[in-house]
Nanobody, 122 residues
């Protein structure tokens, strides 16, 4: 079994930064961050396969968000800079025990955290 616990959400003004943390218990191969705003579909934000070092980003966050994992550490981070009001959402960490065809597609993940709220005010 895999357990994921997100933290680090909060409220910031536009242009600010937040770092989300996903603490992972259990073996994982692909880890992704997703978000869902009220009335909108879930969106893949970023993903990483630590074994290969590959990272993946949605176009909407490229250049602003960075996903990383400290080597030999079961924690994945999402550094979010230059936040926009449209980044407001509940952010979820997800994990899978194998490589997936599309790391930004939520239905490819089995394990999910409970989510953390990010609110960006203008």
């Amino acid at each position: 079994q895999v357990q994921l616990v997100e933290s680090g959400g909060g409220s910031v003004q536009a242009g600010g930064s937040l770092t989300l943390t996903c603490d992972i218990l259990g073996y994982t191969y692909t880890i992704g961050w997703f978000r869902q705003a009220p009335g909108k579909e879930r969106e893949g934000v970023a993903a990483i396969t630590p074994h290969t070092g590959n990272t993946y980003y949605a176009d909407s966050v490229k250049g602003r968000f960075t996903i990383s994992q400290v080597p030999a550490n079961s924690t994945v981070y999402l550094q979010m800079n230059t936040l926009h009001p449209e980044d407001t959402a509940i952010y979820y960490c997800a994990a899978e025990r194998k490589g997936v065809a599309n790391p930004l597609l939520g239905r490819q993940y089995t394990f999910w955290g409970q989510g953390t709220q990010v609110t960006v005010s203008s």
